[in-house]
């Protein structure tokens, strides 16, 4: 299976501060169709988990424009530009370039 | 706008079958998509189980094959969690999920 490594494991934060959290795959995940399958999830605390942004960088509709993907290959990053109190959570890199799909370990984001 | 919602016991004795129903609202489950069971274990760990496409093929994460079922009724827009002689590692909350929707979770305990 896929191994996501996300870094770091916990964050904290301030109001305002920007934020970049890695996800690096065991193995390419780029799909032989040309799509790159790596998506970012947001789990609030006491909610479930909602989609944030999907193939590495499309922006899920009604997320704002705050966050943003990068990345290629093996190694991806999820940014804040300003962090907001309803930011707090934890996040998820999840693939599904290969069989089986596979999540990160998590980044827990604090705010200060 | 769609929801999903799981139900089912939230407390299974070991060795016994685990079930949980997803009811879904909002969109019609033959119309696309595939339809995931997810769980996350006590820490932060997920776990894709398995989905049910529109057209009702299965497909099961390996680590699982011999014990899950992912089944379907149509006529009442749900689907089906069965995961057979359950230990106290399934102890976990279950969702069921379209990759941008997902339900509020059902936790399930497993003890004698």
């Known amino acids: 299976d896929v191994v996501l490594t996300q870094t770091p494991p916990t964050l904290s934060a301030t109001i305002g501060q920007s934020v970049s959290i890695s996800c690096r795959s065991s193995?390419?995940?780029?799909?032989?169709?040309?799509?790159?399958?790596l998506h970012w999830l947001l789990q609030r605390p006491g909610q479930s988990p909602q989609l944030l942004i999907y193939?590495?960088?499309r922006l899920e509709s009604g997320v704002p424009n705050r966050f943003s993907g990068s990345g290629s290959g093996t190694d991806f990053t999820l940014k804040i530009s300003g962090v907001e109190a309803e930011d707090l959570g934890v996040y998820y890199c999840?693939?599904?370039?290969?069989?089986?799909?596979?999540f990160g370990s998590g980044t827990k984001l604090e705010i200060k | 706008e769609i929801q999903l919602q799981e139900s089912g016991p939230g407390l299974v004795k070991p060795s016994q079958s685990l079930s949980l129903t997803c009811s879904v609202t909002?969109?019609?489950?033959?119309?696309?998509?595939?339809w995931s069971w997810i769980r996350k274990f006590p820490g932060n760990k997920m776990e894709w189980m398995g989905y049910?496409?529109?057209?009702?093929?299965?497909n099961y994460n390996p680590s699982l094959k011999s014990r899950i079922s992912i089944t379907r009724d149509t006529s009442k827009n749900q689907f089906f969690l069965q995961l057979n002689s359950v230990t106290t590692e399934d102890t976990a909350t279950y969702y069921c999920?379209?990759?941008?929707?997902w339900g509020q979770g059902a936790s399930v305990t497993v003890s004698s």
């Open positions: 193995q390419s995940l780029l799909h032989s169709n040309g799509n790159t399958y």
């Open positions: 193939l590495v960088s």
């Open positions: 049910i496409s529109y057209s009702g093929s299965t």
């Open positions: 999840v693939q599904g370039t290969h069989a089986p799909l596979t």
């Open positions: 999920a379209r990759g941008d929707a």
């Open positions: 909002g969109y019609t489950i033959t119309s696309g998509y595939d």
